[in-house]
């Protein structure tokens, strides 16, 4: 009876862990879906490393991935005064990987931002795609940091 109740003791446990690995196993999931769609939807307001891709497939992808997305400069009177905002940017990403037709969508509070959001689109690189592609970002302003 002893062994019996080890060897259920020792299968409910199994089955616990196999659920454990399985509710793993689809958070890793989700977390890398959520990687996969994040960015498109996420600001870059710093360099980001290259993704490490062979350049035939990154040519066949129309999957935005950055190269280098230098930081907007700070307006130093928006800084002197405290004023953090936002700026929402459309632009075009060619099939180089340059940037261009660069346009203030949405910026909270309004032209504050937009000159050193535009500077800043237009310097970004993107890794070269097969076809141009139209994104949108929203960049971020906060003087403290």
């Given at each position: 009876q002893q062994a019996a109740q080890q060897l259920a003791a020792q299968q409910a446990a199994d089955q616990q862990a196999a659920a454990q690995r399985?509710?793993?196993?689809?958070?890793?999931?989700?977390?890398?879906?959520?990687?996969?769609?994040?960015?498109?939807?996420?600001?870059?307001t710093q360099n980001t490393p290259p993704a490490a891709t062979t350049p035939a497939a990154s040519a066949a992808s129309t999957e935005?991935?950055?190269?280098?997305?230098?930081?907007?400069?700070?307006?130093?009177?928006?800084?002197?005064?405290?004023?953090?905002?936002?700026?929402?940017?459309?632009?075009?990403?060619?099939?180089?990987?340059?940037?261009?037709n660069a346009r203030v969508v949405r910026a909270s509070p309004p032209r504050v931002f937009d000159r050193e959001a535009l500077s800043a689109v237009?310097?970004?690189?993107?890794?070269?795609?097969?076809?141009?592609?139209?994104?949108?970002?929203?960049?971020?302003?906060?003087?403290?940091?």
């Open positions: 399985a509710a793993a196993d689809r958070a890793a999931a989700q977390r890398a879906a959520a990687a996969a769609a994040r960015p498109a939807a996420t600001t870059p935005l991935r950055p190269i280098s997305t230098p930081a907007p400069r700070f307006p130093p009177e928006a800084y002197r005064n405290g004023t953090s905002g936002e700026v929402q940017v459309e632009f075009t990403v060619g099939t180089d990987g340059s940037v261009s237009k310097r970004w690189r993107f890794q070269p795609i097969a076809a141009p592609v139209t994104t949108r970002r929203t960049i971020g302003f906060n003087p403290g940091g």
